[in-house]
């Protein structure tokens, strides 16, 4: 399927994940490839590692010239992105615009590997600009279990942030802090979970004081 022809009401894991089925590594990918020819006039996307998704990436993959072809897709500060175009046309307000970037840095400090445009909405209105809607859907994906609920060992690393996102990271930064260190207070968590919620905020004092 094209993106363009049939775009996505949601993200790929998601959808995946409701249909019951599994997103190909790389790997498989290959080996799939090997059975026949796919994806010779359309992408697929594959499970992205960890390591390449805390920095905002994804990866794909399709067949052109009897060749497999893996591809880097960019997504970092997406919402960021969003943010500044919507201003642009007029249809945030610089305030609402900002907010979003805040929330984007916000996640990006909470372990929110999974951020991208559903996750922000705007109340329609009969002028503009529209309103931006409260916050939802933000939680540290960077630590949710596989698809078939297994606990997948992982690491939270804070991303690299682009020059225009400094301001909002720093503003973002005490209320990671005060995430994290509520995570690591609730003795209805596991000591295992607080333990990485407390490396995890150490990470972001690091990140404060660079």
Known sequence: MTG???PLKGCVPELAGAMGVEILT??????????????????????????????????FGDRRFGRVFIYLCI?????????????AMGLLSPADAAALRLRWCF??????????????SVWLGDEEPFRLAP?????P???????????VPREFTVPPVLPALREARAEAVPWAREFWGRVEADESISASF???????????????AE
């Open 4 to 6: 363009r022809s049939f």
């Open 26 to 59: 790389e790997a498989q990918y290959h080996e799939l490839q090997q059975v026949g020819e796919f994806d010779t006039k359309s992408s697929s996307w594959l499970k992205t590692p960890v390591e390449i998704r805390t920095h905002g990436g994804a990866i």
């Open 75 to 87: 997504i970092h500060a997406l919402l960021h992105h969003a943010a500044r175009g919507m201003a």
């Open 107 to 120: 996640g990006q400090l909470t372990g929110n590997t999974d951020m991208h445009l559903a996750n922000a």
């Open 135 to 139: 916050v939802y859907d933000m939680l």
């Open 141 to 151: 994906m960077v630590f949710a279990p596989g698809a078939q609920g297994e606990i």
């Open 194 to 208: 607080r333990e990485m919620a407390r490396h995890a905020a150490d990470a972001v004092v690091r990140v404060a």
